[in-house]
């Protein structure tokens, strides 16, 4: 068998993941992926102005960060 459970797979292309495309990948809620990523100092925050002139923060992880929190991390079993 070439494929494992555990195993993440992505599109070659992709570079960028957003905060949450990385829970889902990584099984890791979005408040422990948060957390680790301000304790860790994995990933960074883009800032994007939304109409109302306000300005959002995303969360986006690299394909490093993605394979890190992957291999590293447990899946969040709640």
């Not at 570079?15 to 860790?40: M, N, S, V, Y």
């Amino acid at each position: 068998m070439d494929w494992e459970p555990n195993m993440i797979k992505v599109k070659s292309s992709q570079k960028i993941f957003t905060d949450a495309e990385t829970a889902t990948l990584t099984g890791i809620c979005p408040a422990h992926l948060r957390q680790l990523a301000r304790a860790c100092h994995i990933g960074f925050i883009a800032r994007a102005a939304e109409a109302a002139g306000k300005q959002a923060d995303n969360l986006l992880f690299t394909l490093s960060d993605l394979m890190v929190l992957a291999t590293l991390y447990p899946r969040c079993q709640h």
